[in-house]
């Protein structure tokens, strides 16, 4: 069954570098997402991106955030100066037309 | 998209259903009841969606009152890897718009 991959599953960083999250989404899907969730809290939606563009994003995804499709396959999240309150289990989703969104991993973002 | 009310958290012994409620009472026509699941820490995932019929899968059944106001996810014979937080989210089906996640209902089953 075809699945949302993320790569890292867990990247360590200090507080100002940049990072880069990795996902592959499912190959077929058109609509593709990322939410975080900070520990004990809520899963909570940062950006959704269809057809080369941002379609939506939220309060959280400021200046420091981007998102890229640099292929056909990856989808990829960049921080460029991370913060301590950046530190949050980092969820991708893809979807199709019919709107269920299938999630990956996760990646665990620890900011030092 | 409508609000949802769950419990914070439930019990259920291994074997037996679990019947998981969700209030939704100010659900409009086009709005269907959507189920996820999330396993410690992993991504969430998408168990099932009805708008007012009940609907079976593999994994639970979804019954949805007749006011569709309210709606029960059944997991017919709970193991101990059912144990999860489920969220119940409501939203226009075929709509692709980012999911609201609550605080959704610990389920912890128990041997």
């Known amino acids: 069954e075809p699945e949302v991959t993320q790569t890292p599953s867990h990247q360590v960083t200090q507080m100002g570098q940049e990072v880069i999250l990795r996902c592959v989404p499912i190959s077929n899907h058109l609509y593709f997402y990322w939410y975080r969730q900070i520990l004990g809290q809520k899963v909570e939606f940062l950006v959704s991106?269809?057809?080369?563009?941002?379609?939506?994003k939220s309060e959280i995804f400021d200046d420091q955030f981007s998102v890229e499709r640099p292929d056909g396959s990856n989808f990829t999240l960049k921080i460029r100066s991370t913060k301590l309150e950046d530190s949050a289990m980092y969820f991708c989703?893809?979807?199709?037309?019919?709107?269920?969104?299938?999630f990956g991993p996760g990646t665990r973002l620890t900011v030092l | 998209d409508a609000k949802t009310t769950q419990p914070p958290s439930m019990d259920c012994a291994e074997g037996r259903a679990a019947n998981l409620p969700c209030n939704h009472s100010?659900?409009?026509?086009?709005?269907?009841v959507y189920w996820y699941r999330q396993i410690h820490s992993q991504g969430p995932q998408y168990i099932i969606h009805g708008l007012k019929n009940n609907e079976t899968n593999e994994m639970a059944s979804l019954i949805i009152t007749e006011d569709r106001k309210s709606s029960t996810l059944i997991l017919p014979h709970a193991t101990l890897r059912d144990t999860a937080v489920y969220y119940c989210i409501v939203r226009v089906a075929y709509n692709t718009d980012k999911l609201i996640f609550g605080t959704g209902t610990r389920l912890q089953v128990f041997p």
């Open positions: 989703a893809s979807g199709g037309e019919v709107g269920e969104q299938f």
């Open positions: 991106f269809y057809n080369n563009e941002i379609s939506e």
């Open positions: 100010t659900i409009s026509g086009n709005e269907y």
